[in-house]
């Protein structure tokens, strides 16, 4: 059963960048999708951008929330089993705890239900 660990979050000023990582364990990360989710204390969790890497010609496919799309980017990182979020643009309206999470089933990567596995998440806090 793979395990996720997030890590990266902090405190930003408006228009900066952070990079989140997804580290995992007891798995590999290539095999599953992985998705970006995020939440505000009495909000849903909600879809931030997800990657599934059995794309056509072995091209990953990605997918953002319109909110963020443009600002972030998902995309393996240098270290191994891990998956990154690049916030670029940041602004107070992304303060959230962010949460990674990995499925199997080929169901919407939107949709929260889909991932069977999730990091305990990390505070993003961005100020004016």
Known sequence: QVQLVESGGGLVQ???SLTLSC????GTLSTYRIGWFRQVLGKEREFVAAVDWSGPIGVPITYYARSVKGRFTIDRANAKNTVSLQMNALSPEDTAV????AATSRDSLY???TYAYWGQG???????
């Open 98 to 101: 962010y949460y990674c999470a």
């Open 111 to 113: 949709d929260k239900g």
């Open 14 to 16: 408006a228009g900066g």
């Open 122 to 128: 990390t505070q993003v806090t961005v100020y004016s």
């Open 23 to 26: 580290e995992a364990s007891g």
